[in-house]
C-alpha cells in the first residue's frame, strides 16, 4: 500500500500535467494523420501494406489463446520501458517520438478502414475495447519518459531540486510496476480474448 501511495502521489504532484499533454498531442496528431491520409488513399494503402509487412515479422502474433496474449503483453512492456529508457536521452524529449509514431499508426489504419469503405464504426470497435486500457498505459509510459528527460535537463542546467532525480526514477519504477504492467496484462488479454469477436461481429460481410 505504500508503494501503490507513493506512485498516486508522485504522479499527482510530477506527472498530471506531462500526461494531459501527451494526451492532447496524441489526440491532435491521430486526428491530424487521420486527415493526412484521407487525402491521399492511394498513399496510404502503400503505407498501410508496409505497417501490415512489419507487423507479419512479429512471431507471436501467428500464435492464438494464451500464447498471443502474453505476447502482445511482453510487446507492450517492453516498448513502453523503452520509451522510458528513452529519457535519459537529455534534451532531445525522445518518448514524444514514439508517441507519435502510435498516433500515426492509428491515423493511417483508421483512414484506410473509411477509404475502403468499412467505416469509423467497425473501427472503434476493433480498437476501444483495448483501448481504452492500452492508450492510458501507453501515455504513462511516454509521461515518465518525458518528465525523467525534463528532471535530467534541469540538473545538468543546474536548476533541480536536490533528489528530484533520483525521485523521477523512483517514482517511475513505482508507476510502470504498479500501474503500467497491470494495465497492459488487461488490455492485452481483452485484445486476444474479446476484441476479435466484437470486431468480427460488426465487420461487413
Not at 6 to 28: D, H, I, P, R
Not at 59 to 76: H, K, Q, R, S, V
Not at 99 to 118: D, E, K, M, P, R
Not at 181 to 203: C, G, R
Request: net charge neutral.
Amino acid at each position: 500500500m505504500t508503494h501503490w501511495n507513493g506512485a498516486e502521489t508522485y504522479f499527482e504532484k510530477n506527472l498530471k500535467s506531462t500526461f494531459y499533454f501527451c494526451l492532447t498531442f496524441f489526440g491532435m496528431m491521430i486526428v491530424t494523420n487521420t486527415l493526412l491520409f484521407l487525402s491521399d488513399p492511394g498513399l496510404s494503402q502503400s503505407y498501410f501494406k508496409e505497417l501490415q509487412s512489419l507487423f507479419i515479422q512479429k512471431e507471436f502474433l501467428d500464435g492464438t489463446g494464451l500464447e498471443l496474449w502474453f505476447g502482445i503483453f511482453f510487446n507492450n512492456i517492453i516498448a513502453s520501458g523503452i520509451s522510458i529508457l528513452l529519457g535519459v536521452i537529455p534534451f532531445l524529449f525522445l518518448p514524444i517520438f514514439a508517441l507519435a509514431s502510435n498516433a500515426i499508426i492509428i491515423g493511417l489504419v483508421g483512414a484506410v478502414y473509411q477509404s475502403n469503405g468499412i467505416g469509423w464504426f467497425v473501427f472503434l470497435v476493433g480498437i476501444l475495447p483495448h483501448g481504452i486500457i492500452e492508450i492510458p498505459a501507453l501515455l504513462l509510459g511516454v509521461s515518465l519518459g518525458v518528465n525523467i528527460c525534463l528532471k535530467l535537463v534541469r540538473t545538468i542546467l543546474r536548476r533541480s531540486i536536490k533528489g528530484e532525480l533520483k525521485q523521477a526514477v523512483i517514482g517511475s519504477l513505482r508507476i510502470y510496476i504498479l500501474w503500467i504492467i497491470p494495465l497492459f496484462f488487461i488490455a492485452a488479454f481483452i485484445e486476444t480474448f474479446m476484441t476479435p469477436i466484437l470486431f468480427n461481429a460488426v465487420l461487413p460481410i
